[in-house]
């Protein structure tokens, strides 16, 4: 006799299928190209705050690293003229876990050559309501929540472009009543209030778009001539969905900064991972204009259904293997 199912993890399974298959339709509509990457590195990033699973030989003999992100390869994929491409793959960063996250979770990176930020931004805008209004026709009740389940209160309107977009200097002044010149070379007490005093309040009613990072926080994105870092991040209900850049393509300013991280890992006892060689190397031989995004596709599920975790939205969540 066959075991009874289980409506739950069958519904997980439809909202899954329903948001792939949703991302496919939409960049193969903009004539994306699908690509695939290695989930084996030779450098998982260097940003201080992420850890990488280690991958050893059978003879224990180190063989690299599980990818964080696939992002120094699909760049190397723009420097070898790839045009559009994107990407859905599973992600690991070690030190990660609670209601926003899973050691192992389902990444969606996509990147344009000849293109900006904005461009990037609404690229964003009209996915999340693509996707939206494709699980409404399934039948889905979107953006419910144990608080907030009526149609009228949480509905597609609410993710209709374009979002708001704030600075982070604005986003300081009117959650924390804090000045972003007086944090200046104090990013520790930056991450605490942005934590707990300005990315709660962020997104309550619909997403916003937040622009104009320190310089210090610009990772692999380039400056803008007002000196700050040319990334954005995505916040809806407090949660950050995504993180994008107008792509850094200078060779020697991306291993000064690689190397100003490996220093910042070693000052704080982090693993030292090494600096991926190839890809600087490709970006030496060129790499366009470009801009480019990471989103988390469990979040993204996450809010649209108004669920309570990343979990509830997994089939095989790390507490239920």
């Known amino acids: 006799m066959a075991a009874p199912a289980d409506p739950a993890v069958l519904q997980i399974l439809a909202r899954r299928a ?15 190209v699908e690509v695939e990457t290695p989930a084996l590195v030779p450098s998982p990033g260097l940003d201080v705050h992420l850890g990488a699973f280690e991958v050893r030989t059978p003879k224990g003999e180190p063989a690299g690293w599980l990818a964080t992100s696939p992002e120094y390869q699909m760049k190397r994929l723009l420097s070898a003229g790839a045009k559009r491409i994107f990407q859905l793959c599973r992600s690991y960063r070690g030190e990660e876990h609670g209601r926003h996250h899973e050691r ?3 990444m969606l990176e996509w990147y344009r050559a000849d293109a900006t930020s904005d461009d990037v931004i609404r690229d964003t805008e009209e996915l999340v309501a693509f996707i939206a209004d494709a699980m409404a026709n399934s039948g889905d009740h979107l953006l419910a929540s144990q608080q907030e389940s009526t149609p ?22 009117l959650h924390a009543n804090v000045a972003l010149e007086t944090l200046a070379d104090d990013d520790e007490r930056f991450f605490r209030l942005w934590a707990e005093d300005v990315q709660p309040r962020l997104g309550s009613e619909r997403p916003v778009v937040v622009t104009d990072w320190p310089s210090s926080m610009a990772s692999l994105a380039r400056l803008k001539e007002n000196g700050m870092a040319d990334r954005f991040e ?14 850094l393509t200078d060779p020697a300013e991306q291993r000064r900064r690689f190397e100003q991280d490996q220093a910042a890992r070693q000052a704080v006892g982090a693993p030292v991972y090494p600096i991926d060689e190839r890809f600087l190397d490709d970006l030496e031989r060129g790499m366009p ?9 469990d979040r993204l599920l996450m809010l649209l259904v108004g669920a309570d975790s990343i979990q509830d939205v997994m089939p095989f969540p790390e507490e239920r293997l």
Do not use: K
């Not at 309107?157 to 002044?173: D, G, Q």
């Open 234 to 247: 995505v916040f809806f209900r407090g949660v950050e969905l995504c993180n994008g850049f107008g792509e």
């Open 104 to 106: 192992e979770f389902t």
């Open 18 to 32: 329903v948001v792939l298959s949703s991302v496919r339709r939409f960049f193969e509509d903009r004539e994306f």
């Open 289 to 297: 204009q470009s801009g480019g995004n990471a989103l988390g596709v």
């Open 152 to 173: 009228e209160t949480w509905g597609l309107s609410s993710l209709a472009a374009p979002w708001r977009r704030v600075t982070v200097e604005e986003a300081l002044e």
